[in-house]
């Protein structure tokens, strides 16, 4: 069973940056596409970011292109988000999703199978 546990969210002003971090156990997530998604209040979860089994591949929602950039350690079994301009937009929580034997997926929600438990980020004016 795939587990994984997302750090690093917090409070930060308008411009500021943070670097999200996933920790996967349990599985080989190493053989598998991996994701970011987020979840605002009264808002459906929404796709943030992606990366190809083996990190060749990226993908972004067109609202975080050039802010954020994701990446993966195999050998660690970590994903990360670092977010830099952050804005009061994209206060949410944030979600580390694994998709064990997919390659690549910018799809939503259902794409994934394992999720994390979300860390809240939020950005002020």
């Known amino acids: 069973q795939v587990q994984l546990v997302e750090s690093g969210g917090g409070l930060v ?5 943070l670097r999200l971090s996933c920790a996967a156990s349990g599985g080989t997530v190493s053989r598998g596409a991996m994701g ?5 209040p009264g808002k459906e979860r929404e796709f943030v970011a992606a990366i190809s089994w083996g990190g060749g591949r990226l993908g972004y929602a067109d ?6 950039t994701i990446s993966r350690d195999d050998a660690k079994n970590m ?3 670092q977010m830099n301009s952050l804005k009061p937009e994209d206060t949410a929580v944030y979600y580390c999703a694994a998709a064990p034997g997919t390659y690549y997926s ?8 394992y999720w994390g438990q979300g860390t809240q980020v939020t950005v002020s004016s």
């Open 13 to 17: 002003q308008a411009g500021g940056s």
């Open 36 to 40: 970011w998604f987020r979840q605002a």
């Open 63 to 68: 609202s975080v292109k050039g802010r954020f």
């Open 79 to 81: 994903v990360y988000l």
């Open 106 to 113: 910018t799809g939503g929600p259902r794409a994934y199978d």
